[in-house]
Nanobody, 126 residues
Framework: QVQVAESGGGLAQAGGSLRLSCALSGRAFTTYAMGWFNQAPGKEREFVAAINWSGDRVYYSDSVKGRFTISRDNAENSVKLQMSNLKPEDTAVYYC???????????????????WGQGTLVTVSS
């Protein structure tokens, strides 16, 4: 059974930082690309960032580019999202997921699986 477990959410002030972590169990971690998504209250889930299986390709949404950094540690089966210069509009539940990476596209390369975890809440105060 595949399990995705997110952690590290909490309350931060605007301009502050948080680091989210995600662990994947039940799958060969190095087989998959990993991605982060968020869902703000009343909105659809949106893509945030993704990283390929080896960590040498990353992709960010325009809204977080330059502020967030995604990384992975294949030895620990974990992926991190370092969030800096946080804004109130970053307030959302953040989800990670495993998936596939399209090396031939110039657009968003990450397609997530249907195995969503519980997410972790990030609240940014102004």
């Amino acid at each position: 059974q595949v399990q995705v477990a997110e952690s590290g959410g909490g309350l931060a002030q605007a301009g502050g930082s948080l680091r989210l972590s995600c662990a994947l169990s039940g799958r060969a971690f190095t087989t998959y690309a990993m991605g982060w998504f968020n869902q703000a209250p009343g909105k659809e889930r949106e893509f945030v960032a993704a990283i390929n299986w080896s960590g040498d390709r990353v992709y960010y949404s325009d809204s977080v580019k330059g502020r967030f950094t995604i990384s992975r540690d294949n030895a620990e089966n974990s992926v991190k999202l370092q969030m800096s210069n946080l804004k109130p509009e970053d307030t959302a539940v953040y989800y990670c997921n495993y998936g596939t990476w399209d090396y031939d596209t110039s657009g968003p390369p990450f397609t997530p699986s249907n195995a969503w975890g519980q997410g972790t809440l990030v609240t940014v105060s102004s």
